[in-house]
Structures are given as C-alpha cells and as structure tokens.
C-alpha cells in the first residue's frame, strides 16, 4: 500500500463537509497562499535535525538520519515548526490507507464521513484511492478539500471513489491568484466547471484579504460562474482573514470588516446562492 505523510487526523469535525466527519490531513502544498495559517503544512520535513533539540518532551528523535516522531509525547508546543527553516513540520506519520483507515474506524458509527485535507492533498493522489475506496466500502460519504489544482476530470479511478471536491476560489483573475498564491488559477476555475456539471461540487470558499486581491470581483464572479452552472445550493463559505498561525511577514495583512464580510454575502445571494455562510 501506498504511504502519505498524514500531519493530523481530527476524529470529530462539524466544519470538514456535511454532518460530523473525521478529517485527515495530509502535508505539503503546491500553493504558498500568502494568509495560509497552517504554513508548515506547506513544504515537506528533509530531516536536517535542526529542530529536534527544541523538542523539550523528547518527541522528536535523530535516527539514521531521519526525524522520528513519537505523537504519544507530544505537547503540541510548536516550538518544531517555529524552528524550521524550511517551512515544514517534523510532526507527520507516514501512513498507509490501511492504517489511517484504521483510525477513522474507531469514530464509526459516530461519523457521516471522511474528508482529507492538506496541505493539497491531491499530491497523494494514489494514497487517495487506496483511503477513499477503503471508506466507501464502509460505507462512508467522501470529500476531499482541495486548492484545484489537479485535473480531476481525467481521474477516473479517484472520482469514482469520491462523492465531492470542496474548491477554494482563493482570486478570480490570474494576476490576483498569482499574487495570492504564486500560482494561476486556470485549472482551479476549470475544475469548477468540470465538477459542477458531474454535481460533485458541494462547497466553494474565498478568504478574504482586502488589499490582497479584489475580494469583491471574486466573489461576484464566482457567484455568477455558479448560477451559470445551476449551482445555486453549493454552499459558498466567505471566510474572513484571520493572523493566527500566519507567517510573520503575513501578519500585517488587512482583517475585513463584519461588514465588508456581510456585503459580499449579500452580493452572492443577489445572484441567487441559497447557502451562503460568512465565518
Ligand atoms: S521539520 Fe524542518 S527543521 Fe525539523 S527536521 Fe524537518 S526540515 Fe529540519
Ligand atoms: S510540537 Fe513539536 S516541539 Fe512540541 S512536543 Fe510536539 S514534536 Fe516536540
């Protein structure tokens, strides 16, 4: 079986999808989103070690130069992460599906569903089928968050095993999302097509940083984009800019005001969205 390095794995999550769901998460990201507020999950740990005294509880050991983990003495501290030079987090377990499917076993009959996140968590795109296949023969309702970037429409394998794809919509023009993400943005709004015609598009999201981008003309398009494609019930979650968990050089970015974050609310129902969620 195919191993993913899996950061964490919530076992009750009421804000991952619909219904009470556990959450996997997965580590790295082909985006470098300026207001991400989980930035370690962003690079992937090279075992230098240079973290490792840091960890006080003696979490982390050096061995045959690899970073071990050992979850059942960690504090959660994030003194490892703070540490890094590379943006990465030493707190990750490779897992095979089996054995994270053993995990979220033990919230069943609790749970609606599984849902894995990241980082992107397509770039464990084999990892993917393997867990998601193990879920469906549970019986579980499947999602994966995901930036948009991975073609999906030519995945057949992964969107037989896969009820929905939650997209974020991070900047409507590519100058924006280059600036936002450092990355275009041409795929992300042709999955968001592709998988609202295979109705598997249950949730779109934009956090907003005013300044940043233009917040205003990326969520008037994307609500007009969803109406086009008949998506009126996708839930389209406006979600303010917080600092916790920001890059330092990030922190200083705009907070939107309730009632910046209320008008665009309101400029997605005008185009006829019935689920439209600020938080
Ligand atoms: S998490 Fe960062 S500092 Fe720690 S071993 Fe990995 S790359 Fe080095
Ligand atoms: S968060 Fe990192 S530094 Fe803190 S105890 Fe856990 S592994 Fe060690």
């Known amino acids: ?60 050991t050096m061995a045959e130069g690899k970073v071990t983990y050992n979850i059942t003495k960690c ?54 089928v393997e867990l998601l296949t193990l879920a469906k023969g549970e019986g579980l309702h499947t999602l994966l968050d995901s930036n ?10 992964l969107m037989a095993v896969t009820d929905g794809i939650m997209l974020d919509v991070k900047a409507w023009t590519g100058e924006d999302h280059r600036r936002v993400t450092g990355a275009d943005n041409a795929m992300v709004l042709r999955n968001l097509r592709w998988l ?3 109705g598997k598009l249950p949730e779109v999201r934009t956090v907003v940083v005013p300044g940043l981008f233009d917040c205003e003309q990326t969520v008037r398009e994307t609500s007009i984009l969803l109406r086009e494609l008949g998506c009126l019930d996708t839930r389209y979650k406006i979600i303010s800019y917080r600092p916790m968990g920001v890059r330092q050089e990030y922190k200083s970015l705009e907070i939107p005001t309730p009632e910046f974050l209320t008008c665009l609310a309101h400029l997605a129902q005008s185009y006829g969205l019935t689920d439209v969620v600020i938080i």
């Not at 377990?93 to 499917?101: C, F, L």
């Not at 948009?148 to 057949?156: A, C, H, L, P, Q």
């Open 196 to 198: 609202a015609g295979q």
């Open 1 to 60: 079986m195919t191993r993913a390095a899996v950061n964490k794995i919530i076992p009750f999550s009421a804000v991952d999808g619909p219904g009470n769901r556990t959450a996997v998460f997965l580590q790295g990201c082909n985006f470098d989103c300026k207001f991400c507020h989980n930035p370690e999950t962003i690079h992937t740990c090279i075992h230098c070690g240079v973290c490792v005294p840091y960890c006080q509880p003696g979490a982390l």
């Open 75 to 128: 504090v959660l501290c994030d003194e490892c992460f703070h540490h890094c030079p590379y943006g990465a987090s030493p707190r990750t377990r490779q897992m095979t599906a089996g054995e994270v499917m053993a995990e979220v076993r033990k919230n069943m009959p609790f749970i609606r569903g599984v849902t894995v996140s990241g980082g992107e968590c397509t770039l464990w795109r084999d990892f993917l």
């Open 148 to 157: 948009g970037t991975y073609d999906f429409s030519t995945d057949r394998p």
